[in-house]
Every structure is written in C-alpha cells, then in structure tokens.
C-alpha cells in the first residue's frame, strides 16, 4: 500500500489530467494551448508510476 503523501501525489496529478483533458474539448486550442506540456508530463508521470 502506497504511503499517504504518494497517494496525494498520484490523486492531484490525475485530477489535472481529467481537468485539463475537459477544458481542451471545451475551449478552443488556442486558449488552452498552455496546459498541453504540464498535461503531457503528467501524463508521462503517471504512465511511468503505472509500470
């Protein structure tokens, strides 16, 4: 079981990708164009924590 911190960690960093995923369908690209290098590491982040 993951320490509580971790946990907190992993649960912030999803909920931005979920945020962010729904203001780029919403709004035009142009924008929400600055969340798209802050959502890719996280993504990146959470792909790496995943395996």
Request: proline fraction near 10%.
């Amino acid at each position: 079981m993951p320490d509580p911190a971790e946990a907190i960690s992993v649960l912030v960093a999803v909920e931005f990708v979920v945020l962010s995923a729904v203001v780029l369908l919403l709004v035009p690209f142009e924008v929400a164009a600055p969340l798209v290098p802050l959502l890719l590491v996280f993504l990146l982040a959470l792909h790496l924590y995943r395996s």
